[in-house]
């Protein structure tokens, strides 16, 4: 069972969500935590496994070789994402730019565009009791989280397949990095506050996942701040609620001190098997 802990915004919970219920599930069960927020994973704050292996992830970006080139300009009408363009009698690849789709690459008639590898960003497994960690981070500067994500879960496919749950921190928001972090999930848990931007941005998530046509339900976390709006929206548009986390300064203190909530919270345990009975349910 592979689930999806989402968000149409950074700041939510998400994190505290995915690391609390994967070391819950992981009491009893075989449990993969993959951090996929790439750009600013986190996890690893809370969770101190042994380290099995560190690996540096590379993504493929075409190198031009100006002797074998004829000029012909065929290059920068291929590239969908404008990685390349023809500057008189030079080409230009600009690899922040390239998606590592090889279409230049396989398509130049005179192969004057090999692919290299360049870093991306690492991988790191860790392991603790019955729970598995993968925290998978982008290399600083570089913007292709999405390239990096699929590695993670291949990583993951190839690693944890057997186990009975893969618990996936997304990225915040609904750009291509989310998508790229939820599609193979089987549910996805969407958190959010009860706040005006809170709803706008759920409302966005809750689209995102409509179109993916994945199952999903929703956590509504500091619950007693702002108002019922979300609430009512959940109704009207006939989408679950999984549970509600109360907003209380404490298990804001035990969160900042890198505490797990649930072991001290007796109502963020109970939202958690919630959440739990909730996901079997569904799937």
């Known amino acids: 069972m592979r689930i999806a802990i989402a968000s149409g915004k950074g700041g939510t919970g998400k ?16 449990t993969l935590l993959l951090d996929l927020d790439v750009e600013e994973p986190n996890g690893g704050i809370f969770i101190e496994g042994q380290c099995i292996v560190t690996i540096e992830a590379r993504r493929m970006v075409p190198v031009w070789q100006q002797n074998a080139c004829n000029l012909c300009g065929k290059c920068p009408s291929l590239c969908r994402y404008n990685a390349i363009i ?17 279409a230049c690459s396989e398509l130049c008639p005179v192969n004057a565009l090999p692919m290299q590898a360049l870093p991306l960003g690492t991988l790191k497994h860790q392991s603790l009791g019955k729970l598995d960690f993968v925290e998978s981070r982008l290399n600083i500067g570089l913007e292709q989280a999405s390239p990096l994500i699929s590695q993670a879960l291949s990583y993951a496919d190839k690693h944890f397949a057997g186990h009975d749950y893969q618990i996936l921190d997304s990225p915040p928001g609904t750009s ?11 549910y996805a848990i969407l958190i959010t506050e009860p706040t005006p931007f809170g709803l706008y941005d759920l409302s966005l998530a809750v689209e995102t996942m409509r179109h993916l046509g994945k199952p999903f339900g929703v956590v509504v976390n500091r619950w007693g701040i702002g108002n019922s709006d979300v609430l009512d ?25 890198g ?17 739990i009975k909730h996901m079997e349910a569904a799937l």
């Open 15 to 30: 994190t505290t969500l995915a690391v609390n219920l994967a070391l819950k599930l992981a009491e009893s069960k075989n």
């Open 176 to 186: 291509c990095a989310m998508i790229s972090a939820t599609k193979t999930a089987d």
């Open 86 to 102: 023809k500057l008189g009698d030079y080409i230009m690849v600009m690899p922040e730019l390239c998606h590592s789709c090889h």
């Open 233 to 257: 929206y959940l109704k009207r548009e006939n989408i679950p609620l999984l549970a509600k986390i109360p907003h209380a300064r404490e298990i804001a203190i035990a969160y900042s001190q």
């Open 259 to 275: 505490d797990i909530l649930y072991q001290g919270f007796p109502a963020v345990d109970e939202a958690l098997d919630q959440i």
